[in-house]
C-alpha cells in the first residue's frame, strides 16, 4: 500500500478530521467535521452554503489532521495536504454509504433530522478529499480553541 492509500485509511478511521481550507489571502480556516473514506477518499458532509465549501471551490487546497470533536488536535497528529471537490447532490451515495457504515446510528438519527433544512434552502453537499502526502505544506498553525 502506498503513502496516500495508509495516510488516507488511517485518517479515514478517525472520528473527526481538523478540515484546513484557506481564504483568499492565504491564511489557514479550520473546522472540525466528520469524516469518513476508502483508500483513497475521504468523504465529508456540509451544508452548501458553509464558507468552508465557498473556499473550496475557490482553492482546492486542503490539509487534514486528526482531531476531536471540538478541534484541538490528537497527540502526534500531523497536517497532510490535499486536494478537495464539492460533489453535488447527484453524487452523494458513496459518502452516505461510507458514512452509515462508520458512524452507524448516529449518522442514522442525523441525516433525517436535517432534511426539514433544505425547506429553507440549505442543501447539503459532500467534498471529497484525495490526499497529496508529497506536496510539502507550510507551517500551519494550529486553531485556536476556546474551552
Known amino acids: 500500500m ?3 492509500s495508509s495516510l488516507t485509511r488511517s485518517l479515514a478511521d478517525e472520528p473527526f478530521v481538523d478540515l484546513v481550507s484557506f481564504r483568499v489571502d492565504g491564511s489557514p480556516a479550520h473546522t472540525p467535521v466528520w469524516v ?8 465529508i458532509s456540509t451544508f452548501a ?3 468552508k465549501v465557498k473556499r473550496i471551490r475557490a482553492n482546492h487546497a486542503v490539509a487534514v489532521a486528526a482531531c476531536d470533536g471540538p478541534g484541538r488536535l490528537l497527540p502526534g497528529a500531523t497536517y497532510v495536504a490535499g486536494r478537495a471537490v464539492v460533489l453535488e447532490r447527484s453524487e452523494f ?11 452507524g446510528k448516529h449518522f442514522g438519527l442525523m441525516w433525517p433530522a436535517r ?9 447539503r453537499v459532500w467534498i471529497l478529499i484525495t490526499l497529496t502526502p508529497e506536496v510539502v505544506l507550510g507551517k500551519i498553525p494550529e486553531p485556536e480553541w476556546h474551552g
Open 115 to 123: 432534511w426539514p433544512l433544505r425547506l429553507i434552502g440549505k442543501k
Open 36 to 43: 469518513s473514506g476508502d483508500a483513497h477518499t475521504l468523504f
Open 93 to 103: 451515495r458513496a459518502g452516505v454509504r461510507a458514512h452509515r457504515s462508520k458512524y
Open 2 to 4: 502506498d503513502r496516500a
Open 49 to 51: 452554503h458553509s464558507f
